[in-house]
């Protein structure tokens, strides 16, 4: 199926323990994005990456890292997890149509607890 | 730079009534504009966009938004809700890729709208 699709779906780390949320995303997409959503908040970008190679730092970028390592994906890392870090977070990547349009396709979610 | 503010973290509406739930934004690029809808538990579905042209944009479900320049707003509505319309709504902007600048199609959330449907 074409889309999106983020793993684990759920997940809970202990404070100080690492992990990596899974981005991948079939549809030959060349921007891509990492968001968390918390309550109150809306979704703010953690990492954005606009082409294969390429990463950048969104509005809330400490405490994580990013890696592009191919077009297809895009991965998420908490080196040390804090209960601050608890939320929900979204993949999603993002093309430019021939019209000039764009048109964003978001994955399910990976909810994140931390304790 | 871009922002979004929604009007309202919570509305409250009857089951037929209108629903108007409002989003302002600022951009220093023309914009394109979305709204987002979310139901309890699962990921974003996307209700409308407006990218260029006509300013009124026709979503799914009956809604619909007009894009107004010189407000710089970008109101949902929807002339009758059903119940199935409670779920939280997100206003979004995107500057569009920017060669000399670093926006990169960034999609900048409002904070969320709740839509509670009452009998």
């Known amino acids: 199926n074409a889309g999106v699709t983020q793993t684990p779906k759920f997940q809970v780390l202990k404070t100080g323990q690492s992990m990596t949320l899974q981005c991948a995303q079939d549809m030959n997409h060349n921007s891509m994005y990492w968001y968390r959503q918390d309550p109150g908040m809306g979704l703010r970008l953690i990492y954005y990456s606009a082409s294969e190679g390429t990463t950048d730092k969104g509005e809330v970028p400490n405490g994580y890292n990013v890696s592009r390592l191919n077009k297809r994906e895009f991965s998420l890392r908490l080196e040390s997890a804090a209960p601050s870090q608890t939320s929900v977070y979204f993949c999603?990547?993002?093309?430019?149509?021939?019209?000039?349009?764009?048109?964003?396709?978001f994955g399910s979610g990976t909810r994140l607890t931390v304790v | 730079a871009q922002s979004v503010t929604q009007l309202g973290s919570h509305v409250s509406v009857s089951e037929g009534a209108l629903v108007l739930l409002r989003c302002n934004y600022s951009?220093?690029?023309?914009?394109?504009l979305f709204w987002y809808v979310q139901y309890p538990n699962q990921g974003l579905q996307l209700l409308l966009k407006?990218?260029?042209?006509?300013?009124l944009v026709k979503g799914i479900n009956g809604f619909e938004a007009e894009f107004k320049k010189s407000e710089t707003s970008f109101h949902l509505t929807k002339p009758s809700a059903h119940m199935s319309d409670a779920a939280e709504y997100f206003c979004?902007?995107?500057?569009?890729?920017?060669?000399?600048?670093?926006?990169?199609?960034?999609?900048?959330f409002g904070q969320g709208t709740i839509l509670t449907v009452h009998p």
């Open positions: 999603a990547s993002r093309v430019k149509a021939a019209g000039g349009f764009y048109g964003y396709t």
């Open positions: 979004a902007v995107s500057g569009g890729f920017n060669a000399g600048g670093t926006s990169y199609g960034k999609l900048t």
């Open positions: 951009s220093s690029v023309p914009p394109y």
């Open positions: 407006y990218t260029t042209g006509a300013t």
